[in-house]
């Protein structure tokens, strides 16, 4: 039973932040769904959720800790779902590279075919035509 103002503060509070975490942990399933499948519409569709999803969460958590903190299990749901990210990021870099190493086996670039695929720096720009990372 909830007895004193600060008891219930806390409990809307855990309850105000919950529904943002459920947001990106279901953006997160249907993110994986999308991949699974390799369906690359879908995969453009729910990062955009994803992105979105994490943007809010991150702004009712931000608010929550200004105003007197976030629950430690909530806590550590927002830190997994970002390690996920994290993840998925980093596995949509290594197949983004893989599949330019593929390109460049298969069809391999004569020199004057390949001057204008280098950018400022030396760095191919092949990754702009091959999809890239699809979250940021």
Do not use: C, W
């Amino acid at each position: 039973m909830i007895t004193t103002p600060k008891e219930r503060h806390a409990v809307q509070q855990a309850a105000e932040l919950e529904r943002p975490l459920q947001a990106v942990e279901q953006a997160l399933g249907a993110l994986n769904l999308a991949l699974q499948q390799q369906d690359a519409a879908g995969v453009d569709r729910v990062a955009a959720d994803l992105h979105a999803a994490l943007a809010a969460a991150v702004d009712h958590f931000a608010r929550a800790a200004r105003s007197g903190g976030v629950p430690l299990q909530l806590r550590q749901r927002l830190a997994a779902a970002s390690g996920q990210v994290a993840a998925q990021r980093e596995a949509l870099a290594r197949a983004t590279a893989s599949l330019d190493r593929a390109m460049d086996v298969l069809m391999p670039r004569t020199a004057s075919a390949a001057a204008g695929l280098y950018g400022a720096h030396g760095a191919t720009d092949r990754h702009a035509h091959s999809g890239g990372p699809l979250l940021a």
